[in-house]
């Protein structure tokens, strides 16, 4: 099995940073893709970025294009999160997952496999 751990999260600022970790574990193949969801109090669970773990391609939703950004390191099925800019209503738990293969679209949480716990992310103004 998979396993997905999350790191990086805390209390900052309107327009501070914060990077987020996940790295996966177990016996696994290298992941189709891996990417970040965040769920706020009240609010179903929504796509926040994912990356294809063949080619590097990366996709986000429009409340966080240019202000986040998505990276891995294939060796160690590790995926990161810049969060540049940051506002108040990107305060949210934020899960990691990944997934391997589906035909769910890569910004639809039902196509991954595997989630981490979560890690709380909390912006004042």
């Known amino acids: 099995q998979v396993q997905l751990v999350e790191s990086g999260g805390g209390l900052v600022q309107a327009g501070e940073s914060l990077r987020l970790s996940c790295a996966a574990s177990?016996?696994?193949?290298?992941?189709?893709?891996m990417g970040w969801f965040r769920q706020a109090p009240g609010k179903e669970r929504e796509f926040v970025a994912a990356?294809?773990?063949?080619?590097?391609?990366?996709y986000y939703a429009k409340a966080v294009k240019g202000r986040f950004t998505i990276s891995r390191r294939n060796a160690q099925n590790t995926v990161y999160l810049q969060m540049n800019s940051l506002k108040p209503e990107d305060t949210a738990v934020y899960y990691c997952?990944?997934?391997?293969?589906?035909?769910?679209?890569?910004?639809?949480?039902?196509?991954?496999?595997?989630w981490g716990q979560g890690t709380q992310v909390t912006v004042s103004s």
């Open positions: 177990g016996r696994t193949f290298s992941s189709y893709a």
């Open positions: 997952a990944a997934r391997y293969g589906s035909s769910w679209s890569l910004t639809s949480p039902n196509g991954y496999n595997y």
């Open positions: 990356i294809s773990w063949s080619d590097g391609t990366t």
